[in-house]
């Protein structure tokens, strides 16, 4: 996804401010492994996170620092933690001890981290904020990170498992010109058995979705209920289940926009990861091959704001609203914090039929193939079904609607915006007709029937992909590479928090080819930040490092795929592409699996390629 950060098609949009995080060391010599791996139950271990409940059990060097005084603002409620903006020298601290569980695999720390300063420097960190755990430094920010509003900041603290240690921020200003650090919902979530199944199949397996909802006049607001049918594929016994609530990323724990509420098939537990994933118990454990169904309640709530689950006005994006399963592999259960960077969707392909009850004044494009009915007065009923696809969107508002075909027989739909030009709908019409067609032409027939492309210029983060189903700005070069992303996240699948490369980099490197690019300057000005940094390393890394992610995993990404282009020839490459999706049409791709698929293609040892592209897996 994202969303085209899709930035470096859509940079004229978004602009990534540079994160001054140093990277999580290794277990320091001192700190023992947990004694024996147990069973992971996911926990958030900081206790009163966003500051609502008094400030135990906080220690904090002054009685102003946990406060809900005027001159900044709470990320979710009314208190928050202030550090520094005196303007003089000075230090504050704040600190709390917190034990990581042992038994998982994964301990992520986030937080919502407000800066801003009165220094006027472009070049010099004079104050600054140190974020550790124990005494190893897990990042510095400073007033080079000042940004308008908050941002989610995610550390990865998995070394830290079985430990008791203090969690402390410590702000320390210069002699003059102040800057404020201002901390908000605090998290530390625990996920993911150490001790992985038995196997390494993916489960629970083909999915089905069944999903009925009516929304208010605005089309904001929708309530109705939803059941999930799914098989243990695995050779473990499958006791519990998860649901992934991603966009309540977009509220808080206390005001979440989506709720799951009167669960049937299974016994609700406590939600996590930031109130995005819910374990399910299920009633006995799952034998491979048996089947369940789960069903509960569900509301939605669309925020105000022109984004992938947001509302421009009268006309909403509803996307990753619909809760889906999450998988459960060789890794253990897959629980990643949600990322704004880009994208921390993993699923399975499955089959959803969602009935959306609506005002007859809005249109509804969605995922899959739409038929109108007329319900109640003055309501539309549309019904859509799609088959072998990862995930579900759709929007609502008074669109003005365009349709055609393409040249190989996909249905396109354009839905604009007030204030997008018919001239400049007619033109990513045409667009979308040509990139689905040259995709297809590429990696395989286009299968999902039908194309709805929403077009929005107010979009912050340029373009994002869904099944059947993007959102985009008027440009040709951003809609190709959603429609891209058919094929690269949708057809073929990937853990994308893990492996973002996997879809954005062989997207960017598809949007090339379809566009006639061959990427023969693509190495200039080449300079790799670090030792650490590579084209495969996990959204946890460059959530870190924001300002490079879309330089290494689009930009250095899509130059690798064309080195290696160049390195086995046209005909090898294409060939290679096309078997390669074939045999993971709807299935899911790992890093592995292509660097094996590719040196099958050639006599020439690629060994030094991987190395000398920093492609490790």
Known sequence: MRKTPHRSIAARVLTVAALAAVALPALPASAAPPAAAAACTPAQVVGNGGFESGTSPWT???????????????????????????????????SQSVTIPSGCSKATLTFWLHIDTAETTSSTAYDKLTAKIGSTTLATYSNLDKATGYAQKSIDVSAFAGQTVSLAFTGTEDSSLQTSFVLDDIALDTSGDTTPPADSTRTPAAPSYTVSLSSDTAGTVWTGHESATFTNASSTALSEVYLRLWDNYHGTCSAMPITVTNVSGG??????????????????????????????????????GADRFGHDGAFSFIGNALPVLAVKDGSGWHLDPYTNNGESFYSLAADFKVTLDHPSSLLV?????????????????????????????WAAGPFSKISGTSTAGTAINVYSVSGISSSDAQSMLSTAKTAVDAHAGRFGAYPYGELDAVIDNNYWFGGMEYPGFV?????????????????????????????????????????????????????NSVSWASSAEKITNSMAYWDAHSSRYSTVVYGYGKCALHDLRRLIGDTAMTKLLKDYASSHWYGVSTTAEFKAAAQAATTTDLTSFWSTHRIDG
């Open 267 to 304: 016994t609700a537990g406590a939600l996590s990861v930031g109130c995005t994933a819910l374990q399910i118990s299920l009633p006995t454990p799952l034998a491979q091959g048996q089947s369940a169904t789960i069903g509960f309640d569900l509301g939605i709530t669309v925020p105000s």
């Open 60 to 94: 904090q060097s002054s009685t102003s620092v946990i406060t809900s005084r005027s001159g900044q603002s709470a990320h979710g409620g009314t208190s928050f933690a202030w550090l520094d903006g005196v303007g003089s020298t000075h230090t504050d601290t704040l």
């Open 471 to 523: 959102l985009d700005l008027v440009s040709t070069t951003a809609l190709t590479h959603e429609i891209g992303h058919q094929w690269w996240y949708g057809i073929v699948g990937d853990d994308e928090y893990n492996s973002p490369w996997l879809d954005e980099a062989f997207t960017d490197y598809s949007t090339d080819l379809a566009l006639g690019k061959t990427g023969t300057s693509c190495w």
């Open 365 to 393: 494009p969605a995922t899959g193939t739409s038929v109108d009915t007329p319900g109640s007065s003055g309501r539309t009923v549309t019904t859509a079904t799609a088959s072998k696809v990862r995930d579900f969107a």
